[in-house]
């Protein structure tokens, strides 16, 4: 099959999953001015998903093509189900979308074309975390069953939100692709996916309010400015790029006395590489490092109490894709948009009817209760991380009605939990055999107080988002906004103050838990005297990351806040914004004076929908300010992963509000001021679109001029450059299931861990960090590294023997990494063990059926 055919039987699956999946769509989000037509596809994704892994754990489905096309037929069945009856009116109303589905293909096919370009043109699946990505995909696709085996760890299951490697290897089962294309065509589909569930979402925010078309038709100004949602959610950029090519040419740059180019602009900015001067001869083109484009997700920079930088990351979606790593966070794309479309649905559904009282039995009885449970469930097996965040979002849409309705009461606070609880306990029930199997390295959460994020690296990171939400803030503010500003105010200012409170708090009682572990040291008891070494430990560890402790510690930290108070700031400006355009919409509700009459008369279309619209950019807002006071405990120490996880989700969240603020201001201003907002607006979003101009070329290659070799095959280079080991591998990937040994180095070295990974066999050990990232400590290794240091080392066929019986392993590779990593003493293996393979570089020994003694 050539690879041209393989892109368009990817396209063809996704495209027949998401019509088996319309009619479910179609009945369930059936509030939303689509139909929930655009997140068909990956509705239909991750309930295919949920009955083929499901099925597959209790062992009623085989993990083979077989079992995939069965799971498809299953889902197949249950929307004929739902549909009975209802057809006739089914195809009437697709009569009346035609402008939107023609537009939403269109992007669709697109998007997903594009980005198969992009990925021909730089296949390699190799450096940072794609030999981790392709290890899980090849050991789900070769596992007999669910859990999949854990393909660096042999003896175990992975330990890790594998959820969409699972669906990405279902697609490769029934493409029939190799894994190695598969990879890249799961790329480039995961950015039509999340383009097509960008563009529903603001579309269905949109048609209410950008009237136009006939009745029963979708709105042509929806469907055109809808494309704002995939621009600002996957295309727009940071300004890392603007900087970079100002950078460049010498902006802000000039020579002192001895010639050297000094800048004090860019020493004020403090970003890593560009405080360094330009190379020259100075130009427009960036050339600092060939990973030209990696500094634009290093933006944010942390140091700690003696100036030593602690490495943050800051990714946003084009350049996630630009690296094609398939991490969970790009994996939940599509599949966090449909969360908050349901959402979005579930808040549109109070215009129909009003939101029931918090009860269980009324809320188990619905079945939009359980489909939220299904996709918010989904969403923690994953990316673990957005299950609250989203979650949180569809709590607060019913919370919001409970208080447009009923007013102010700390019940709303109860309505909020109660919903957040009862959803969250159902995804949790529903994908329960997954959390059996599953470790964290997390461990609460800590003050973050010497790290903080500078106000100018904040704009820098969230500029072309933040300007669009916050003009169109302020014109809702010029004429409404004034009354519940007092309120607002006291809210926005009293949730900063509160974060301060808490991490002061909080680092004082780590202060003194330290204190306190120190005396209980030294007592007679050996428990207590253990628990204080522990508490006396993690005190410790604390205030190292942060470069010190005591009075010198707090008052640096409230200096560097109150010196550089830009992000802070900013975030309480909008927190002031959105609770008093809250306060106001309260303040214009019918039922604010005792009336009872149906939600879908409340107010005018665009006023609901501005409800939803403050809950998207309050939870934003709540996801960047956090980090402020407070980071997730893990192996990191530091807020790396916090801010990574949590800005990641909050530039979804901002751009669909973005979207949607640049699409009412475009069309409605049309004054002098309007055309100066327009123009404004144009040369932002130029600005923004610097870095995918610039970057995408410099990885790619692609729009420079020069011929290009496209292939999707993620593992040309290894049969390219290493041709002997890529025989092994292809030889190894047919053989059945064994634990296989080989060489054991640093993670992030593509060298170490890459039989496992290429092969398909699970790997007696791999990348250690990773493992321990995982499942929060080395315990499962054990002693394996030096045991097989000893196993390749050691002349004594005996203790070798002792210690393949140990481990049961089948297969033992021998190639150019294992002879320069140990001495290798081969003859023990070629007198004892039969020789399976050998090529100029490679050898591999089989362990025979009566040595394979596998550990329990």
């Not at 010639?259 to 004020?268: K, M, Q, R």
């Not at 290794?781 to 481990?807: K, N």
Request: proline letters at 5%.
């Amino acid at each position: 099959m050539s690879q041209i055919l393989m892109t368009f039987v990817w396209y063809v699956i996704v495209l027949g999953v998401g019509f088996i999946a319309l009619p479910l769509a179609y009945r369930f989000l059936k509030f939303l001015p689509d139909r929930g037509y655009t997140l068909s596809r990956p509705l239909g994704l991750l309930l295919w998903g949920y009955i083929f892994w499901l099925l597959t754990s209790f062992g009623l489905l085989q993990n083979n093509s077989g079992g995939v096309v069965f799971g498809l037929i299953l889902l197949g069945g249950v929307s004929v189900l739902v549909m009975r009856g209802k057809w006739e009116e089914f195809r009437d109303w697709l009569k009346g979308q035609l402008r939107l589905i023609i537009t939403a293909e269109s992007l669709f096919f697109t998007a997903y074309l594009f980005w198969v370009i992009v990925r021909a043109a730089n296949p390699e699946i190799i450096y940072t975390e794609k030999p981790m990505e392709l290890a899980f995909i090849n050991a789900i696709l070769r596992s007999p069953t669910f859990p999949p085996f854990d393909p660096w760890l042999a003896g175990y299951a992975i330990s890790y939100y594998y959820f969409g490697y699972v669906i990405v290897s279902m697609l490769i089962h029934l493409s029939g692709v190799p894994s190695s294309i598969g990879f890249n065509l799961g790329i480039a589909m995961w950015f039509g996916l999340t383009a097509l569930a960008a563009y529903g979402v603001v579309f269905n925010l949109l048609s209410g309010v950008l009237k136009g078309g006939k009745p029963g038709y979708s709105s042509r100004k929806a469907v055109g400015w809808a494309l704002l949602g995939p621009l600002f959610i996957l295309v727009v950029s940071n300004l890392a790029g603007l900087l970079d090519v100002l950078h460049a040419r010498g902006i802000f740059w000039k020579r002192n006395e001895q010639g050297v180019l000094e800048s004090s602009f860019w020493t004020w900015l403090g970003i890593q590489e560009f405080d360094q001067p330009p190379p020259e001869p100075l130009s427009w083109t960036p050339k600092r490092t060939y990973w030209l484009w990696w500094r634009g997700s290093r933006v944010l920079q942390d140091f700690n109490l003696v100036n030593q930088r602690e490495e943050v990351i800051d990714e946003f979606p084009f350049f996630s894709y630009l690296l094609a790593d398939m991490h969970p966070h790009v994996l939940g794309m599509p599949f966090v948009l449909l969360a908050a479309g349901l959402a979005l649905n579930y808040y549109y559904s109070f215009k129909k009817q009003p939101p029931p009282k918090p009860s269980l039995v009324i809320w188990f009885k619905d079945t939009n209760i359980w489909l939220g449970a299904l996709i918010f469930g989904g969403l923690s097996f994953l990316n673990t991380w957005d299950f609250p965040i989203y979650l949180a979002l569809f709590a607060g849409v019913y919370a919001l009605h409970r208080y447009l309705r009923g007013g102010w009461s700390w019940q709303r606070v109860g309505d909020f939990v109660f919903i957040a609880a009862a959803v969250g306990f159902l995804g949790i029930l529903l994908y329960l055999p997954f959390y059996f199997g599953f470790s964290s390295q997390a461990g609460g959460f800590l003050p973050s107080l010497i790290f903080h994020t500078r106000g100018v690296h904040f704009w820098v990171m969230f500029a072309p988002l933040l300007i669009p939400i916050l003009a169109w803030l302020i014109s809702q503010g010029r004429t409404d906004l004034r009354s519940g500003l007092r309120w607002g105010a006291l809210v926005g200012s009293g949730i900063v103050a509160v974060g301060w409170i808490l991490m002061l708090v909080a680092s004082k009682v780590i202060e003194l838990a330290g204190l306190l572990g120190q005396g209980w040291m030294a007592s007679a008891d050996s428990n207590l005297a253990r628990m204080g070494q522990t508490l006396s430990g993690l005190s410790s560890l604390f205030f190292i990351k942060q470069g010190g402790s005591g009075a010198e510690l707090f008052e640096a930290a409230f200096l560097r806040r109150i010196t550089s108070p830009g992000t802070w700031l900013t975030l309480m400006i909008i927190l002031i914004l959105v609770f008093s355009m809250m306060v106001t919409l309260r303040r214009s509700h019918p039922y604010s004076s005792g009336e009872d009459e149906n939600l879908s008369s409340l107010q005018p279309e665009e006023d609901q929908n501005r409800g939803f619209v403050l809950l998207v950019i309050l939870l934003g807002a709540g996801l960047t300010l956090v980090p402020e006071f407070f980071y997730l405990q893990d192996d990191f120490g530091t807020r790396m992963n916090t801010i990574f996880k949590f800005y990641f989700q909050a530039w979804i969240l901002w751009g669909i509000a973005a979207a949607f603020s640049s699409a009412l201001l475009l069309d409605s201003l049309n004054s002098k001021w309007g055309w100066t907002v327009k123009t404004g607006w144009v040369i932002l979003l130029a600005c923004s679109l610097v870095y995918p101009g610039v970057m995408l070329p410099a990885k790619t290659g692609l729009l420079r001029g020069q011929p290009i070799q496209l292939t999707l095959d993620g593992k040309a280079y290894l049969q390219r450059d290493e041709p002997e080991e890529w025989q092994a591998f292809q030889f190894l990937w047919n053989m059945p299931l064994g634990y296989v040994v080989e060489a054991v180095g640093p993670q992030y070295n593509p060298q170490f861990a890459r039989v496992a990974t290429h092969a398909g066999q699970p790997g007696l050990l791999g990348w250690e960090g990773h493992e321990i990232q995982w499942r929060g400590s080395a315990r499962e290794m054990g002693s394996r590294r030096t045991d097989i240091e000893t196993l390749y080392q050691t002349g004594d066929w005996l203790r070798a023997r002792d210690i393949i019986q140990q481990y049961g392993i089948r297969y033992i590779y021998i190639g150019p990494v294992e002879r320069s990593t140990y001495r290798v003493s081969e003859n023990k293996f070629s007198t004892n063990l039969g020789l399976l393979f050998a090529n100029s570089n490679v050898r591999i020994y089989e362990v025979p059926d009566s040595l394979v003694e596998k550990t329990p």
